[in-house]
């Protein structure tokens, strides 16, 4: 089976770090594009991340640049996404999302993990 | 950054009606852009690509068309099991962007 599993989130003080994990299986990541999608209590879907195949290319949403870093290690088949200098509004569950190759839509996700920010 | 503008905001209709949800994006995208269900607790699951592809699996009752700036997703005849949020997401250019959500709900 298909399937990408988040991990790594939790309660953080605010201005702490956390590093998600986003574990691919049933298929390759390297041959993927990858984001990191969220969605705060209540609201939205707000795409924060973008990471290309070979590392080429990575991009964020305004609200978390400088803040938040997207990797990958497809030795591994892994994605992640270190994230600093937390805020209370980055409290949300957080996807990780293959890209459809070529056609570029986002086309699978996993489950997501849930950051609480808090003191 | 390209602003994707989403309506309306809700909508309630009964079972076997027609939807209609409309995105505007602030520039060209030409037919990059995706909608999107999901269900409270759920991951998104994707609907549409390229504007008007229906994904594999998708039931037929669900459509998109549009280019450029102008785009609408329909539901043809409303079913209980389409109750959910949808999204719409510009790929044209990165960052890329949702809309705001439409909830639907049954009348």
């Known amino acids: 089976d298909v399937l990408l599993v988040e991990s790594g989130g939790g309660l953080m003080q605010p201005g702490g770090s956390l590093r998600l994990s986003c574990t691919a299986s049933?298929?390759?990541?390297?041959?993927?594009?990858m984001n990191w999608v969220r969605q705060a209590p209540g609201k939205g879907l707000e795409w924060i991340s973008y990471?290309?195949?070979?590392?080429?290319?990575?991009d964020y949403a305004d609200s978390v640049k400088g803040r938040f870093t997207i990797s990958r290690d497809d030795a591994k088949n892994s994605l992640f996404l270190q994230m600093d200098s937390l805020r209370d509004e980055d409290t949300a569950v957080y996807f990780c999302?293959?890209?459809?190759?070529?056609?570029?839509?986002?086309?699978?996700w996993g489950l997501g993990t849930l950051v609480t920010v808090s003191s | 950054d390209i602003q994707m503008t989403q309506s309306p905001s809700s909508l309630s209709a009964s079972v076997g009606n027609r939807v209609n949800i409309t995105c505007q994006a602030s520039?060209?995208?030409?037919?990059?852009l995706s909608w999107y269900q999901q269900k409270p607790g759920k991951a998104p699951n994707l609907l549409i690509y390229?504007?008007?592809n229906l994904e594999t699996g998708v039931p037929s009752r669900f459509s998109g068309s549009g280019s450029g700036t102008d785009f609408t997703f329909t539901i043809s005849s409303l079913q209980p099991e389409d109750i959910a949020t949808y999204y719409c997401?510009?790929?044209?250019?990165?960052?890329?962007?949702f809309g705001q959500g439409t909830k639907v709900e049954l009348k």
């Open positions: 997401q510009q790929y044209d250019n990165l960052p890329r962007t």
């Open positions: 990471i290309s195949t070979t590392s080429r290319t990575v």
């Open positions: 999302a293959r890209d459809t190759p070529v056609v570029g839509a986002t086309s699978f």
């Open positions: 520039e060209d995208i030409s037919k990059y």
């Open positions: 390229d504007a008007s």
């Open positions: 049933g298929f390759t990541l390297s041959m993927y594009d």
